[in-house]
């Protein structure tokens, strides 16, 4: 089973509002990843965590807030967006994301509009 | 810098019609090269890993094969179903980041 759930599917919030995004895995993966995609372009990386630390921050605003509570969940917390946040954001674990190549595999993804 | 070009960006194929995409890499030690499916608003699907020159992997009509500086995902008597961007990535070490192409764009036609 190779399948990592994102909670919600869609979600529109205006630009004071506080909302969260949620990400779950039960593979026993170790790493989780973060990424931001605009329509017509390839995933790019915000967050990555290896065993619950943030190991990587690609320069991402202030207003995203990542959060790893426990191995296999994954939280983004999201304040003060701007329109041009508006994506779908994407989730993705991997096993240990410390040695080699690891498989990233990826979760459905929440479209995010901002208003 | 790591830079992954994919070709073409779009391909129209008719039904049955075999073809190739490629992705080529410039990087200083590959760990890794990816192959990624992507349907309209959802997540990357996994494909392939590919580690080394010559090492070749197949799933029903794909197959992907690498070298020292690119990769083709070749596809065998495509069907409608077929139809989807594919994004090709490469893992250099140094951390868990990928490096993403931009895609190719393929659609099969009855």
């Known amino acids: 089973d190779t399948e990592v759930t994102q909670t919600p599917k869609h979600l529109v919030m205006g630009m004071t509002n506080k909302k969260s995004l949620k990400c779950e895995q039960h593979?026993?993966?170790?790493?989780m990843y973060w990424y931001k995609q605009k329509a017509k372009k390839p995933p790019e990386l915000m967050f990555v965590?290896?065993?619950?630390?943030?190991?990587i921050n690609e320069s991402v605003p202030s207003r995203f807030s990542p959060e790893c509570p426990n191995s296999s969940l994954l939280n983004l917390h999201l304040h003060a967006l701007q329109p041009e946040d508006s994506a779908l954001y994407l989730c993705?674990?991997?096993?240990?994301?410390?040695?080699?190549?690891?498989?990233?595999?990826f979760g459905p993804g929440t479209r995010l509009t901002v208003l | 810098e790591d830079q992954v070009t994919q070709s073409p960006e779009a391909l129209r194929l008719q039904e049955g019609e075999s073809s190739s995409l490629n992705c080529s890499y410039t990087?200083?030690?590959?760990?890794?090269l990816f192959w990624y499916r992507q349907d309209p608003g959802k997540g990357p699907e996994f494909l392939f890993t590919?580690?080394?020159a010559g090492e070749e992997k197949e799933k029903e009509r794909l197959k992907a094969t690498l070298t020292k500086k690119e990769s083709f995902l070749h596809i065998t008597a495509p069907k409608p179903e077929d139809s989807a961007t594919y994004l090709c990535?490469?893992?250099?070490?140094?951390?868990?980041?990928?490096?993403f192409g931009t895609g190719t764009q393929l659609k099969v036609e009855l």
């Open positions: 593979m026993g993966h170790r790493a």
């Open positions: 990535a490469v893992y250099t070490g140094g951390g868990n980041k990928l490096t």
């Open positions: 965590y290896s065993y619950e630390k943030l190991s």
């Open positions: 590919l580690y080394s």
């Open positions: 990087v200083s030690g590959l760990r890794g």
């Open positions: 993705a674990s991997s096993q240990t994301g410390t040695s080699g190549a690891d498989t990233q595999y």
